[in-house]
């Protein structure tokens, strides 16, 4: 079952909870050097649902911003009581004052539904995935536009197609 919409998830305390109102735009796996120190990880998962998409309940997230990779601005949301990063808003293919925020899918209650049709930032792979990246749809950096790896979600037969 792909992530779809009425499913849940939240922070490791359950201080900010979430339900998605409709299914992602796309979930991919991200290997930039942000996303591989934020998850202590080779890369982190995210998916891209709309604002108006999803419902956040329960305390408010504290803000910090950065920079990206491409050298955007984003916004990265966490929960100010446990620390898990929520979502980041801003940077790389998401033009300024995007309706879309990229999701930490590993949020998600049920993570057991999360298969991420392409890899971003594969430039900056730790060596040891280069089996995975020569099977999978892979972006040295980011897709050229948001559009790209919107159709390559629906193309692959992402939930946003259901």
Known sequence: ??????????????????????????????????????????????????????????????????RGGSGAEKLCAFCGECGTRLYHAGGGTRA???????????????????????????SRAQPWLAPVLERDFCFEREPDSEETLRAQWRDAGGAGTR
């Open 96 to 122: 300024e004052g995007s309706t879309t925020l990229s999701m930490k899918a590993g949020t998600l209650d049920d993570t057991s539904v999360i298969e991420p049709t392409c890899h971003l930032w594969t």
């Open 1 to 66: 079952m792909p992530v779809a919409s009425g499913q849940e998830g939240g922070c490791q305390c359950g201080a900010i909870r979430y339900r998605l109102l409709r299914a992602p735009a796309a979930l991919y796996a991200c290997h930039c050097r942000d996303c591989q120190k934020q998850s202590s990880s080779a890369f982190g998962l995210s998916m891209w649902v709309e604002r108006d998409a999803i419902e956040f309940t329960g305390t408010e997230p504290r803000i910090f911003r950065t």
